[in-house]
Every structure is written in structure tokens, then in C-alpha cells.
């Protein structure tokens, strides 16, 4: 038992270490960054903003895109920036730059072990669902809920840029010896990809409160001060499952967390099934938004 320990503990080292000497990741469109960089600034008027999102024909298409799905529930059409902006402000816009442009830091090509628009419509419908729950269940910052969703599974998507051999490993053990993802992620890294996304958020300086749901959307009891939203990230998390909407491979088998049902406070197993087929209209119209992913 000793020796496994030993094992793991090593080998998790080696994986820190690799993810430590990630310091490069491929640069964010300058427009995207221009804006990121205004939208911190107090001193930045609209028209600036304007200014600048103006120059990507793409990225204005994305935040409309997005602007007008389900996720805001708004009951005019958006359909221009200046628009956007007004109905949404300058927080919410930085919320959908900033899972844009972490997109396109991590973007990749589908192999036959991850098919990237799989898995990032995945990332945008935990991310809705959650901001939505979030509204919902009373979470006083619904924003950062999306953010915190869309970015959950983060971890995935760095194992299969940074430590590709390894994630090929992970994926043949869950088919060779039929064990979970979290099962051949330890045996293999040492850590599970949570762990992984937190380590590197943490190194790029994201808000705790991220870090911490993110570190813990599979077990939120773990969170000791921010499981209310850990809860609502992986009930989104299991409901796509449920549901079979937006549904990802690495969460086959996931099943709703006991603590987590009592965190949101469902008195038995049928008031959550009911509370979640509740929201298969919202999930089905969220897929067909997410067509600005393709």
C-alpha cells in the first residue's frame, strides 16, 4: 500500500512539473485581448468597446450568438454590439470574452481520442445550465456561475494539448480495463483532471472562488466555503447527462452527489429527477445556440 502511494505521489510530481513549465499557451487575438483590457478599466466608455469588437467581424457574430440563446432569456432580438452591450454591460461581456478567448488559447484538433466541438458545446451547456440554475437557486453572482461551468472540465482539454501520450494512456485503460476516468487519470498522472484545472488557474492568477469549484464540481461537500456553487456546477455537470443533451464521455457513469442533493436542499431522489426534466427545454434550445461553436 506504502509503494502505491509512493508510486502516485511520484508521479504526480512529474505531472506538476510539466504543468508548471506550461508558460506559453498560445497567445489570444490581440482584438480579443484590447477589449479584455478595457472591459478592466474604470475609466472606458462604450464607444471604445464598440471600437474595438468592431474589427472581428467573428467575434461580434459569437457574442450575438450567444446573446440571443436561451442563456439570457431576453425578449428582443440583440442585433448589434451597441446593443449587446447595453442589454448585457460591461460584465457579462467580459464573461463571454473570457471563455471565448481561453477557446482559442486551447483550441486543438479533433483526434480519435477528443473531438474538440464535442466537448466544448459540452463546456457551454454545463456553463448556461449553471448560470441559469444559478438564477434560479438564488446564487448571487450569476455570471461568475457561467463562467465557472463553462470552465469545469478545463483540465480535459490541457491534458490533451500538454500531456497528449498521457491522455491516450488514460483513454485506453478506461477501455482496456473498463475503470473510470478518475480511476486511470490517478493511475496515470497521479491527480485527476480537476486537480489539473485548478493547478493551472491558480498559476494564472483566476479568482479563488473559481479555482476552488472548479477543484472540487465532482465532490462540492469538499468546498468549505463555496459549495453552494460547486453543487449547482455538478448537478449542470450530471444533467447533461440525464438528460443526453450536450452529454460528454468522461462523465459516464456520473451519478448526482448525496451531499450535493442536500446542498440544494432536494428532500428525495424524484423532487431532483423532477427538478431536472424540468429544464430539457432549455437544454435542447441551449445545443442549437451552440452553434457558434462549430
Given amino acids: 500500500m506504502d509503494t502505491l502511494i509512493t508510486t502516485q505521489q511520484q508521479k504526480r510530481a512529474?505531472?506538476?512539473?510539466?504543468?508548471?513549465?506550461?508558460?506559453?499557451?498560445?497567445?489570444?487575438?490581440?482584438?480579443?485581448?484590447?477589449?479584455?483590457?478595457?472591459?478592466?478599466?474604470?475609466?472606458?466608455?462604450?464607444?471604445?468597446?464598440?471600437?474595438?469588437?468592431?474589427?472581428?467581424?467573428?467575434?461580434?457574430?459569437?457574442?450575438?450568438?450567444?446573446?440571443?440563446?436561451?442563456l439570457y432569456g431576453l425578449q428582443r432580438k440583440v442585433t448589434s454590439i451597441d446593443f449587446a452591450i447595453l442589454i448585457l454591460g460591461f460584465g457579462e461581456l467580459r464573461n463571454l470574452i473570457s471563455i471565448?478567448?481561453?477557446?482559442?488559447?486551447?483550441?486543438?484538433?479533433?483526434?480519435?481520442?477528443l473531438d474538440q466541438k464535442t466537448f466544448w458545446i459540452h463546456s457551454f451547456i454545463v456553463g448556461s445550465a449553471t448560470k441559469r440554475l444559478a438564477e434560479d437557486l438564488g446564487f448571487h453572482n450569476s455570471g461568475e456561475a457561467f463562467v465557472a461551468g463553462f470552465l469545469h472540465d478545463l483540465g480535459i482539454s490541457v491534458l490533451h494539448r500538454f500531456l497528449h501520450t498521457n491522455f491516450i494512456t488514460i483513454k485506453d485503460l478506461v477501455a482496456d480495463k473498463n475503470i473510470s476516468y478518475k480511476e486511470a487519470?490517478?493511475?496515470?498522472?497521479?491527480?485527476?483532471?480537476?486537480?489539473v484545472g485548478n493547478c493551472l488557474l491558480e498559476r494564472w492568477n483566476f479568482p479563488e472562488v473559481l479555482c476552488d469549484v472548479i477543484l472540487h464540481h465532482h465532490n462540492p461537500s469538499n468546498s468549505k466555503d463555496n459549495n453552494f456553487l460547486a453543487s449547482i456546477i455538478h448537478l449542470s455537470d450530471y444533467m447533461t447527462q440525464r438528460l443526453e443533451i450536450g452529454k460528454f464521455a468522461w462523465d459516464d457513469n456520473l451519478t448526482l452527489n448525496e451531499e450535493a442533493k442536500q446542498i440544494l436542499r432536494f428532500r428525495s431522489d424524484e423532487e431532483a429527477d423532477n427538478f431536472i426534466l424540468g429544464y430539457k427545454t432549455l437544454f435542447s434550445n441551449q445545443i442549437e445556440s451552440a452553434r457558434f461553436l462549430s
Avoid: R
Wanted: glycine share 2%; proline share 4%.
Fill in 100 to 113: 471565448l478567448s481561453m477557446m482559442e488559447s486551447f483550441k486543438n484538433k479533433t483526434d480519435k481520442y
Fill in 14 to 70: 512529474k505531472t506538476e512539473l510539466v504543468l508548471m513549465n506550461i508558460y506559453n499557451l498560445p497567445s489570444v487575438p490581440k482584438i480579443m485581448m484590447d477589449a479584455l483590457t478595457l472591459l478592466d478599466s474604470k475609466s472606458t466608455n462604450t464607444s471604445e468597446i464598440i471600437k474595438v469588437i468592431s474589427k472581428d467581424q467573428g467575434l461580434i457574430t459569437k457574442i450575438l450568438t450567444i446573446a440571443n440563446s436561451p
Fill in 185 to 195: 487519470e490517478l493511475e496515470v498522472l497521479g491527480m485527476t483532471h480537476e486537480e
